[in-house]
C-alpha cells in the first residue's frame, strides 16, 4: 500500500505556492513537513499522500523518463478543472493530450 508518492521540485517555494493552491481546491491540505523545510506531504487524511521536495544529494531535481504521478479524481469534469487550474498556475504539457 502507498503512503505517499513523491517529486523532486528545485523551487520549494514556488512548489509550495503551486501545490498549496492546486491540491488545496481538492481538499488536501498539508500534513508532514520537514523542519528545514526541504519536504511536504499533501493529503486529505484518507488515502496516499503526494509529496514534493528538495533533492536529498543537493544536486538539481529533474524529472525521470516515464515518471508519472496520478492524482485521483471523482470523474471527468474534476479532471477537466484541475488541468485548466494547474495550466493556469504554469503547469505544461509534455507530450500529446490524453496519453497517461
Known sequence: MIAYSTIPVN???AARKFYDALL????A???????????VAYGDG????????KPWNGEPA???NGNMVSIACSGP?????????AIAR??????????G
Not at 46 to 53: A, N, Q, R, T
Open 62 to 64: 529533474n524529472p525521470g
Open 77 to 85: 469534469d474534476q479532471v477537466k478543472t484541475m488541468y485548466d487550474k
Open 46 to 53: 484518507k488515502g496516499p499522500m503526494f509529496g514534493i521536495c
Open 11 to 13: 523551487d520549494m517555494a
Open 29 to 39: 491540505k498539508v500534513m508532514m513537513e520537514r523542519p528545514d523545510g526541504g519536504f
Open 90 to 99: 504554469g503547469a505544461f504539457v509534455s507530450g500529446a493530450k490524453g496519453n
Open 24 to 27: 488545496g481546491d481538492m481538499g
